[in-house]
């Protein structure tokens, strides 16, 4: 293979990537495939952040200005999809990729070419689903959660290629999650037992199992969907005997697990960010490991909390409600951890640690009206309003995105060698926390006052809310594309970091120069 | 490390997990269906009931009948009477009347809910036409009976049941025979 010969010939292995663009198609590297990885899901959010956009201008009055009912369904739908399958997912794994060999002294992923291989679906999976958008009848317009019969009697004919990227994008999560199993499990360096992990590698082995239960059972939810619309079958059809409920119990109980698929790598990131700016160790590293496995063991059991109109017994509203509320329990300990690793420590805020602390302030936030919503009773009233928006929001931004957003800065002086500017970070991170706030908090009066999710017109008492909102969005999406330009002015140099450029930090990652050579831990290393 | 299990058998494992959680979400399927009509949740009525009971004639409780079209369905699809009033354990009939005005043959499916739904596993129906799928000829109207039996065991703080159908086009996947009306 001439791709691997390196033009400084050496006869050592100490060789460096391919040349051109062949490097990034056929490349096993670990730190390839997770900078592969991290700019997708950028890209992908940007595009899904295009689609906020569309929704943001529109609802930014009452009425119908700029886009019809039909194509507003469709925007609704494609940046749900988009943002969860093609943003966090991908950059948690891309952080999985670059992250989990160096910080369990592994050379590489214990399965290479597998990895290549569930890298590249992604682009094809997505290209299949936003190619929709172009072909007559639009789109999926039926939401993020793909309801039947919407998805099936009503849908538009392009549904069969979402069918498709759907169970794409599966394979692909499915392929890198036995990949980090793979590795943590059997890569690890000597001396390394599994409670000496960093917390980020165990919250993405827990990750790893919730991928590999309930992706699984995605495929079969649209899978089941595709011989509804083409094969005659009825499983979600009434009229054949099948059942639409049926549908929402498939999808939920993936649906759930996938909430914390999206959470439980950011627990860990911040686990290893505030213990580092707070120079401290953590506080309570076991009980951060089974309030993990607590809520990952919680979250197959909960599903139907989802689903508390559609007509379930009492004794079932009652269970789901309380197992729902259980899951406060483990998440409670994580904040008490978290806030008791600050307490007394000797903490500084650089941008990673700005991101961090507003990860826990503002994910408890959603996770308070997460309890809220959990109240069957209660559930009754906010059920597809914007107060769901507003929770599912202050989960997903301020928990999965900042928990990305705080990783990538504490780990980029690794990753490109230089560290990034502190003040544009620091002007990154406050014109996110405004924004991101600005947008989302007002959700949450015009949800409890009845403005339903999912529709492009409203009443006019909404009118104030909904224009704050979406100046909100409009001045964090901006911000978004100077979080780009940050990255490549990181890359392109800067200040030169140090092997360790974080002095509360601790982990093997930190031990390797930076940036991190092509190939690291090619001789395991020693832990005590 | 020495003591991992191999590559290939964790792999394997792992796989193994992949394939049983995909049989598992097809599982979904019968296992859903098995606990609705084990629990009469979720409104559903169980099949044809055989059994007798004893007419309990210390109370009674309002049944009342809703009939829905789904989209696209243009059939007259009614019960006889809004409502009546049952002792548990007798015998009651409601005719429902369907017209099918088109002028194709067409073919149709009732499907039956119980509201509250806890009262869905005390509600039997002896006879019902939603067993069967109705074919209608242009033009053709039909009576259909539907017998059932309040359970003598419903709970106490029911007094007030709804029976409601959907009636589904069924056409394109059953198509009707036509008959010859010509001889």
Same mark, same amino acid.
């Given at each position: 293979?001439?791709?691997?010969?390196?033009?400084?010939?050496?006869?050592?292995?100490?060789?460096?990537?391919?040349?051109?663009?062949?490097?990034?198609?056929?490349?096993?590297?670990?730190?390839?495939?997770?900078?592969?990885?991290?700019?997708?899901?950028?890209?992908?959010?940007?595009?899904?952040?295009?689609?906020? %956009?569309?929704?943001?201008?529109?609802?930014?009055?009452?009425?119908?200005?700029?886009?019809?009912?039909?194509?507003?369904?469709?925007?609704?739908?494609?940046?749900?999809?988009?943002?969860?399958?093609?943003?966090? /997912?991908?950059?948690?794994?891309?952080?999985?990729?670059?992250?989990?060999?160096?910080?369990?002294?592994?050379?590489?992923?214990?399965?290479?070419?597998?990895?290549?291989?569930?890298?590249?679906?992604?682009?094809?999976?997505?290209?299949?689903?936003?190619?929709?958008?172009?072909?007559?009848?639009?789109?999926?317009?039926?939401?993020?959660?793909?309801?039947?019969?919407?998805?099936?009697?009503?849908?538009?004919?392009?549904?069969?290629?979402?069918?498709?990227?759907?169970?794409?994008?599966?394979?692909?999560?499915?392929? #890198?999650?036995?990949?980090?199993?793979?590795?943590?499990?059997?890569?690890?360096?000597?001396?390394?037992?599994?409670?000496?992990?960093?917390?980020?590698?165990?919250?993405?082995?827990?990750?790893?199992?919730?991928?590999?239960?309930?992706?699984?059972?995605?495929?079969?939810?649209?899978?089941?969907?595709? %011989?509804?619309?083409?094969?005659?079958?009825?499983?979600?059809?009434?009229?054949?005997?099948?059942?639409?409920?049926?549908?929402?119990?498939?999808?939920?109980?993936?649906?759930?697990?996938?909430?914390?698929?999206?959470?439980?790598?950011?627990?860990?990131?911040?686990?290893?960010?505030? !213990?580092?700016?707070?120079?401290?160790?953590?506080?309570?590293?076991?009980?951060?490991?089974?309030?993990?496995?607590?809520?990952?063991?919680?979250?197959?059991?909960?599903?139907?909390?989802?689903?508390?109109?559609?007509?379930?017994?009492?004794? #079932?509203?009652?269970?789901?409600?309380?197992?729902?509320?259980?899951?406060?329990?483990?998440?409670?300990?994580?904040?008490?951890?978290?806030?008791?690793? /600050?307490?007394?420590?000797?903490?500084?805020?650089?941008?990673?640690?700005?991101?961090?602390?507003?990860?826990?302030?503002?994910?408890?936030?959603?996770?308070?009206?997460?309890? /809220?919503?959990?109240?069957?009773?209660?559930?009754?009233?906010?059920?597809?309003?914007?107060?769901?928006?507003?929770?599912?929001?202050?989960?997903?931004?301020?928990?999965?995105?900042?928990?990305?957003?705080? +990783?990538?800065?504490?780990?980029?002086?690794?990753?490109?060698?230089?560290?990034?500017?502190?003040?544009?970070?620091?002007?990154?991170?406050?014109?996110?926390?405004?924004?991101?706030?600005?947008?989302?908090?007002?959700?949450?009066?015009?949800?409890?006052?009845?403005?339903?999710?999912?529709?492009?017109?409203?009443?006019?008492?909404?009118?104030?809310?909904?224009?704050? +909102?979406?100046?909100?969005?409009?001045?964090?999406?901006?911000?978004?594309?100077?979080?780009?330009?940050?990255?490549?002015?990181?890359?392109?140099?800067?200040?030169?970091? !140090?092997?360790?450029?974080?002095?509360?930090?601790?982990?093997?990652?930190?031990?390797?120069?930076?940036?991190?050579?092509?190939?690291?831990?090619?001789?395991?290393?020693?832990?005590? | 490390?020495?003591?991992?299990?191999?590559?290939?058998?964790?792999?394997?494992?792992?796989?193994?997990?992949?394939?049983?959680?995909?049989?598992?979400?097809?599982?979904?399927?019968?296992?859903?269906?098995?606990?609705?009509?084990?629990?009469?949740?979720?409104?559903?009525?169980?099949?044809?009931?055989?059994?007798?009971?004893?007419?309990?004639?210390?109370?009674?409780?309002?049944?009342?009948?809703?009939?829905?079209?789904?989209?696209?369905?243009?059939?007259?699809?009614?019960?006889?009477?809004?409502?009546?009033?049952?002792?548990?354990?007798?015998?009651?009939?409601?005719?429902?009347?369907?017209?099918?005005?088109?002028?194709?043959?067409?073919?149709?499916?009732?499907?039956?809910?119980?509201?509250?739904?806890?009262?869905?596993?005390?509600?039997?129906?002896?006879?019902?036409?939603?067993?069967?799928?109705?074919?209608?000829?242009?033009?053709?109207?039909?009576?259909?009976?539907?017998?059932?039996?309040?359970?003598?065991?419903?709970?106490?703080?029911?007094?007030?049941?709804?029976?409601?159908?959907?009636?589904?086009?069924?056409?394109?996947?059953? !198509?009707?025979?036509?008959?010859?009306?010509?001889?």
């Amino acid at each position: 293979m001439s791709a691997v010969i390196d033009d400084h010939g050496h006869a050592d292995h100490a060789h460096g990537p391919a040349k051109g663009l062949m490097r990034w198609v056929l490349t096993t590297n670990h730190k390839d495939i997770g900078t592969l990885y991290l700019w997708f899901a950028f890209c992908m959010f940007l595009l899904g952040g295009s689609f906020a %956009m569309v929704i943001r201008a529109e609802l930014f009055q009452p009425g119908l200005q700029i886009v019809q009912p039909e194509f507003f369904n469709q925007m609704t739908t494609m940046h749900g999809l988009v943002m969860v399958f093609g943003a966090v /997912m991908p950059a948690f794994v891309g952080l999985a990729n670059w992250m989990i060999p160096l910080m369990v002294g592994a050379p590489d992923m214990a399965l290479p070419r597998m990895n290549n291989f569930s890298f590249w679906l992604l682009p094809a999976a997505f290209l299949l689903l936003v190619s929709t958008l172009f072909s007559p009848g639009g789109g999926p317009n039926f939401g993020w959660t793909f309801y039947a019969p919407l998805s099936t009697t009503y849908a538009p004919e392009s549904v069969t290629f979402f069918i498709f990227a759907i169970h794409l994008m599966g394979i692909s999560s499915i392929m #890198g999650a036995i990949n980090v199993v793979a590795t943590i499990l059997n890569l690890r360096a000597p001396g390394m037992t599994l409670m000496k992990m960093p917390l980020f590698v165990w919250t993405w082995l827990i990750t790893a199992f919730l991928l590999i239960a309930v992706m699984p059972v995605l495929a079969g939810c649209v899978t089941m969907m595709l %011989m509804d619309i083409h094969f005659g079958t009825s499983f979600f059809s009434a009229a054949g005997g099948g059942d639409p409920v049926l549908f929402q119990h498939v999808f939920w109980f993936f649906g759930h697990p996938e909430v914390y698929i999206m959470i439980l790598p950011a627990f860990g990131a911040v686990s290893q960010i505030i !213990p580092a700016f707070a120079r401290k160790p953590l506080f309570g590293y076991t009980s951060m490991v089974y309030a993990t496995a607590s809520i990952a063991f919680l979250s197959f059991i909960v599903w139907a909390h989802h689903m508390f109109v559609v007509g379930i017994p009492l004794v #079932g509203e009652l269970f789901f409600m309380y197992a729902t509320m259980l899951i406060a329990v483990p998440t409670g300990v994580k904040v008490f951890n978290w806030a008791s690793t /600050m307490w007394q420590g000797s903490m500084t805020f650089e941008t990673p640690m700005l991101f961090a602390v507003a990860f826990v302030i503002l994910f408890s936030i959603g996770g308070f009206s997460g309890l /809220m919503l959990a109240i069957a009773p209660a559930d009754f009233q906010y059920q597809d309003t914007y107060f769901v928006v507003a929770h599912f929001h202050y989960v997903l931004v301020p928990g999965a995105i900042f928990g990305i957003f705080a +990783s990538a800065y504490y780990w980029l002086p690794k990753w490109t060698g230089h560290m990034y500017d502190e003040t544009l970070g620091k002007l990154h991170f406050w014109l996110s926390f405004v924004g991101m706030n600005l947008t989302f908090f007002p959700m949450h009066f015009v949800g409890l006052a009845g403005m339903p999710r999912r529709i492009p017109d409203y009443n006019l008492q909404f009118a104030d809310f909904n224009m704050v +909102s979406s100046i909100g969005a409009f001045m964090f999406g901006a911000t978004q594309i100077f979080f780009l330009f940050i990255v490549i002015k990181t890359i392109r140099g800067g200040e030169p970091a !140090p092997a360790k450029p974080w002095d509360g930090a601790e982990g093997l990652e930190w031990s390797v120069p930076s940036p991190a050579p092509y190939h690291t831990f090619t001789t395991p290393p020693e832990v005590k | 490390m020495a003591d991992s299990i191999s590559l290939k058998k964790l792999v394997t494992c792992l796989l193994l997990v992949v394939v049983a959680m995909f049989v598992f979400g097809f599982a979904l399927v019968p296992i859903y269906d098995v606990m609705c009509k084990a629990f009469g949740i979720n409104g559903k009525t169980g099949g044809q009931y055989q059994g007798e009971q004893v007419v309990d004639t210390s109370r009674q409780v309002r049944v009342q009948f809703l009939s829905t079209n789904t989209a696209d369905m243009p059939w007259d699809f009614y019960p006889k009477h809004d409502e009546l009033t049952a002792n548990p354990g007798a015998v009651n009939e409601m005719v429902f009347i369907a017209r099918n005005p088109t002028d194709k043959p067409m073919s149709a499916q009732a499907v039956p809910s119980i509201a509250p739904s806890n009262a869905a596993a005390f509600f039997h129906k002896t006879e019902c036409f939603c067993f069967t799928q109705q074919v209608l000829q242009p033009g053709e109207q039909i009576e259909m009976p539907v017998r059932f039996i309040v359970d003598r065991d419903m709970p106490k703080e029911v007094k007030h049941l709804t029976l409601s159908y959907t009636l589904f086009d069924i056409t394109a996947r059953h !198509p009707p025979v036509a008959v010859n009306t010509g001889g």
